[in-house]
């Protein structure tokens, strides 16, 4: 009798440690944006293309800032009523999803 309560505490021992939680450790991940450097450039210099697509897609956006890169992509800070955002088009005027 002793060896069958001596042999279900072990059983039984030995399942409490299969169940205990391990701890979890903490992973950081590091993410890396790979982003086209944009220039600053004069509201003057943009393309008429991309003024005229705006006016069609955006009537009441103003475009407070612009940017170009080497892919010739250019960025626009665009702020319509009360909102802002940023905008994205080719030299030619059609828009790029960023």
Do not use: R
Not at 38 to 66: D, F, G, H, Q, R
Request: aromatic fraction near 8%; hydrophobic fraction near 40%; charged fraction near 20%.
């Amino acid at each position: 009798m002793k060896n069958l309560f001596l042999s279900a505490a072990i059983v039984l021992g030995s399942l409490t440690s299969f169940a205990s939680t391990s701890p979890v450790s903490n992973t950081i991940v590091k993410s890396i944006t790979v982003a086209d450097e944009y220039t600053e450039i004069k509201l003057e210099e943009l393309p008429a293309a991309i003024t005229e697509s705006l006016k069609k897609a955006y009537p009441n956006a103003v475009i407070t800032k612009a940017y170009k890169n080497e892919k010739s992509e250019y960025k626009l800070d665009v702020t319509v009523g009360d909102k802002v955002g940023n905008l994205f088009a080719n030299a030619d005027g059609t828009w790029i999803q960023k």
